[in-house]
């Protein structure tokens, strides 16, 4: 008879790409998890993973068991949920995936605190720069940042701050090179690139405030990153204009590190946004819970300046 031990070390065995990954995953040794990976193939009487090639590759009978193993886990995590909810106690296990900048500066403190508030919870972040395709399955939350794929239209989503795109530069570029008047300028000028969740970003598309559409500038980067503290610190030391976040640089144009160019064309905008890939996430008592505290970390809006502020006022 299988037990809910078993149904989590093979859990882990799926998460994994290899038996060495499973290994470390469960603080074990790797024949550890083969001696009872083959156990549990002996004890059902049949193959649940063909180690032949490189990578672990599920037999039938495994994918069978991961599906319906997960879903009898689920059912559980649930119920203990539900009764550590009576009790108005927040546990388990929350798996949290963002990006890194945002993540890093926003979510880890949120997470923090709300672990050492709730000491019987369990909380993993992920930090991701490829957030653009949400994977399927191993989170119970992601807290995303601008476009959205095709893949996250059958996620519920909650809305958690706004967030509009800005061009900026350093005032010593700007003097240096003059301040482009319109989004054709930018062919003359030095642009920095960021390069992430595999978005065509070169191309910078530009509307308007008053409802005229410009349309997109192919840019030529002369620097481009996949890291956005990277490219932010090149702008900073006067290297070229970048469109980035506002959550990333207003406080640099608060304080006048950077300034705001192009402010009369507007970029799409990227609103922060929290994702459940199921029904069943977003009942989760740890889940809205932690929702809620991380929307009160963003209410008001700790990066949004008063309108008008181009970081030329200091």
Request: charged share 25%; proline share 5%; glycine share 8%.
């Amino acid at each position: 008879m299988l037990t809910t031990d078993d149904l989590r070390f093979f859990a882990a065995i799926v998460r994994a790409t290899s038996l060495a990954a499973a290994a470390r995953d469960l603080n074990v040794s790797p024949p550890a998890v083969t001696q009872r990976l083959r156990a549990l193939e002996e004890r059902l009487r049949v193959h649940l993973v063909d180690r032949s090639g490189r990578q672990l590759t599920l037999t039938d009978e495994g994918e069978l068991l991961a599906e319906r193993g997960r879903l009898v886990l689920e059912d559980l995590e649930d119920l203990d949920d539900a009764i550590a909810t009576r009790r108005g106690q927040v546990r388990g296990h929350l798996r949290v995936i963002a990006s890194l900048g945002f993540g890093r500066r926003h979510v880890a403190p949120v997470a923090s605190q709300f672990q050492e508030d709730h000491p019987e919870l369990k909380i993993d972040l992920i930090l991701s720069d490829r957030l653009g395709g949400i994977p399927t399955s191993g989170w119970d939350l992601a807290v995303h940042v601008g476009e959205l794929d095709h893949t996250a239209s059958s996620l519920v989503m909650r809305h958690l701050a706004p967030n509009e795109r800005w061009a900026c530069a350093a005032p010593d570029y700007l003097h240096r090179n003059g301040t482009p008047g319109e989004p054709d300028a930018l062919h003359a000028h030095a642009c920095i690139a960021l390069r992430e969740n595999d978005e065509d970003v070169t191309l910078w598309r530009f509307g308007s405030i008053h409802g005229l559409s410009v349309g997109s500038v192919r840019i030529e980067p002369r620097l481009s990153s996949n890291d956005g503290d990277v490219v932010r610190g090149w702008a900073l030391a006067g290297r070229g204009i970048i469109v980035r976040s506002e959550w990333d640089v207003a406080e640099d144009v608060r304080e006048g590190r950077l300034v705001r160019v192009l402010q009369e064309f507007a970029l799409p905008a990227a609103p922060v946004v929290a994702l459940l890939g199921s029904r069943r996430q977003a009942r989760a008592a740890r889940t809205g819970r932690f929702l809620d505290a991380l929307q009160a970390a963003l209410d008001p809006t700790p990066w949004r300046l008063p309108r008008g502020t181009t970081g030329m006022d200091r």
